[in-house]
């Protein structure tokens, strides 16, 4: 029985017979008539090397406002944790006495997150880095095992 | 060579920032764009958002353009990256139902090769959609290009023995995606006996 290894590769060969099984799916398709002008009023109005440089600012930004916003989440679970641990919920008090707004907000994650992180503390260590190995593995599964785009048919 | 020395004075017309000169290229590799963009993202509507995007790319990109290449072989690779790119970002794609009618055979009443010729269209979009994004790849400028070889090496970075493992492996993939007739007469005409 013949094994992919010890097939003859001959690539004329190989090229002529994919393009006969193919047959006429070769056959180009014609972009939509209107694509070209749809695409021209994208275009910025400078020349390429001014609009290069005003995206890359654009892009710098970008990039500043998504650390500034990453940083503010970080120290507000900073924050939080540290409230947590301590029992005192320090920071939803920063914003009022917890009874409206952002401070209330702020009170009832405070709340939703103490048990959790008491939990997770009573387990101990070991189990906390279990759970994080085993969030970490089904989220390099769940990335690994669809290589293929996920079709949803939906109505536009 | 004449093509090539119009398309140069097109790209330095529009480096100074007319737009007129750059829609002359783009009349001219649309249709090569969207055939690539439609055959890797699989439907209508994504392969000309992304037609347009690349067409964006190209032009804030154009003063990087190595005039002793191709342009077409630059557009090419400009494209193939922003689909890869795409296609890795994407786990759910939704396709509406434009794009289903779009891909679907015809249900009007027509001559009998029409509905075959769709028919079979729509079987190696499917196979093709199937494959690994990097294999698609070197199939689809390979035969619906129709690049050469060191072509396909430029537009990807691979070398040309690294392109011909894949591209073999590729085909034997696609093949076996085809159907079971095509999967038997590829395994005939392509083994030794």
């Known amino acids: ?156 | 060579m004449e093509v090539q020395a119009e398309e140069i004075t097109w790209i330095e017309q529009a480096l100074t920032g007319d737009q007129f000169a750059f829609s002359q290229l783009m009349h001219r590799y649309a249709g090569a764009v969207y055939n690539l963009t439609y055959r890797m993202l699989g439907n209508a509507q994504d392969a000309e958002d992304a037609s347009q995007e690349i067409f964006l790319r190209a032009y804030t990109r154009l003063e990087s353009f190595d005039r002793s290449r191709r342009f077409s072989t630059w557009l090419l690779s400009i494209a193939s990256n922003y689909c890869i790119d795409r296609l890795r970002r994407r786990r759910f794609a939704w396709l509406t139902l434009d794009d289903v009618a779009y891909t679907m055979p015809s249900r009007e009443r027509g001559p009998e090769r029409t509905a075959l010729e769709r028919e079979r269209q729509d079987q190696v979009q499917s196979a093709l959609r199937n494959l690994p994004d990097h294999y698609r790849l070197v199939l689809v400028l390979r035969y619906w290009q129709d690049l050469s070889y060191e072509e396909i090496a430029q537009v990807t970075g691979l070398t040309q023995s690294a392109l011909k493992t894949r591209l073999h492996r590729a085909r034997n993939m696609l093949a076996e995606r085809l159907g079971p007739e095509e999967q038997e007469l590829w395994q005939a005409e392509t083994t030794v006996s």
């Not at chain 1, 002529?16 to 910025?44: F, N």
């Not at chain 1, 029992?87 to 009022?96: M, T």
């Open chain 1, 1 to 156: 029985m013949a094994s992919r290894d010890n097939r003859v590769v001959n690539e004329e060969g190989a090229d002529a017979l994919m393009r006969q099984l193919l047959g006429e799916a070769l056959m180009p398709i014609s972009p939509p008539p209107d694509l070209v002008t749809r695409s021209v009023r994208r275009l910025p109005k400078t020349a390429p090397r001014i609009a290069a440089l005003q995206q890359a600012k654009r892009a710098r930004i970008r990039t500043l406002i998504s650390l500034f916003i990453a940083c503010g989440f970080v120290l507000v679970a900073l924050i939080g944790m540290v409230g947590v641990f301590s029992g005192n919920p320090s920071l939803a008090f920063l914003f009022g006495d917890g009874s409206q707004g952002i401070s209330q907000v702020l009170l009832g994650l405070h709340l939703l997150a103490k048990p959790m992180i008491r939990i997770l503390t009573l387990l101990g260590w070991p189990v906390m880095l279990a759970c994080m190995a085993a969030m970490l593995a089904g989220g390099w599964l769940w990335w690994r095992l669809l290589p293929a785009p996920l079709y949803v048919y939906a109505e536009k």
